[in-house]
């Protein structure tokens, strides 16, 4: 696929975001207004912006990326607008930032490239826990940690003249930085975690003074989640851990035992805290408590089972009966007014996104860029599945936001930021 191309399929994503504003707007009896203008200009400075960054500093990067985002970031926008339109106000804020903040980071590296990030990795790595820790800070000071939904993840900050404060979830932008640190770590201590080995018994295990760093920032990183009881975003980077451990390896164990962790992990939290036992109970048994426990996960069920072949249409469905319809659920409401056929293109766009991500991955030689741009997809790849997995009811719901369609700013930024990365890798990778 040609550079062209790329942004003619650019500029199609920037007009399905305003053809759906535009569609909620009929919908609900109006016309063309002054929102479909600015959802058009918005999506067009952000990918516009972006697909130029990318042509000045990784014009060598991968051709889907962008037209994958910027498809899933217009399916999403266009949800959110039709739930919440002053939410989705803030959206389109948020995306211009984030990408802004994308074409910052390759102009930052157009030099050095990507080994700079690796030569700062014990810098990244503090950075990650600083950042996991910034939701602890006391309510009574002007930047502070705030809970919501029983976990502790946001950071709100008052600031004098507005109505409302300015929140911030850290933890997105933490897991990228993670990723950064264990790409250069596995990248220098691979070769020999490999080959170097102890028995436990029947067990082969690698040296501890190989896996010491890693299991110290995981542990680090999962105990600070557990304190502000986000168990979702513990699950997430753990799991990153244990990915990216068997794809710098090779070594079945680390899955074997990362499985077994990960259910000990599930039994302690569902001992432990009562708003995850209120989430299984709610997955297990949706309609003994309809009201309470079950009444996320019931409204998501009838959305997707009204939304039917196609769905209601944009605008005529009833997705803000969903709680938290615009973040934790845009899935199940996607599905209701886009039916199957909305949801399934959803999921093939994130397969073809995580097959892009895992084939710049294949192709690069350099072991730091392999492990980097596997660690990015399977982030995002994990994140996709577990959420979808929530709202399907495979899996307990986590809180964990869907990467490009979920409200919120800081996930969008901490995306973008993959994006552009993923794109520089495959940029200094190119054959």
Known sequence: MSRPVEAVLVAAACVVAALGVATVRFASGSWLDAQVFATLAAFGVAFGGLHLAV???????DQLLLPLTGFLAAIGFAEVFRIDPELANIQRWSLLVAAAAGAVVLRLLRREGLGALRRYRYLFL??????????????SWPIHGATVNGSRLWVR?????LSRALSFQPGELAKVFLVVFLASYLADRAPAMAVTDRRLGPLRLPEPRHLAPVVVAAGAAFLVLVYQRDLGASLVIFALFVTMLYAATGRAIYLGLGAGLTVVGGVVGYVAFAHVRRRVAGWLWPFADYFDTGYQVA???????????????????????????????????????????????VLTAFALWVAVGFGIA????????KFFATGLTTLVGLQSAVIVAGVLRLFPVTGVTLPFLSYGGSSLLASMIAVVLLARVSHEERP
Request: aromatic share 6%; glycine share 16%.
């Open 157 to 161: 900050a008052r600031i004098p003249g």
């Open 126 to 139: 503090a950075g990650a826990v600083l950042l996991l820790l910034l939701p602890l800070l006391p309510e």
């Open 299 to 345: 409204q998501g069920l009838f959305a997707l089972g009204s939304g039917s072949l196609t769905g209601a249409g944009l605008g005529l469905g009833r997705p803000d009966l969903i709680p938290a319809a615009t973040t934790d659920y845009i899935y199940a409401a996607i599905g209701e007014e886009l039916g199957l056929a909305g949801t399934v293109a």
């Open 55 to 61: 042509l000045r500093w990784a014009p060598g990067a």
């Open 362 to 369: 294949l192709r690069s030689k350099d072991r730091f860029r």
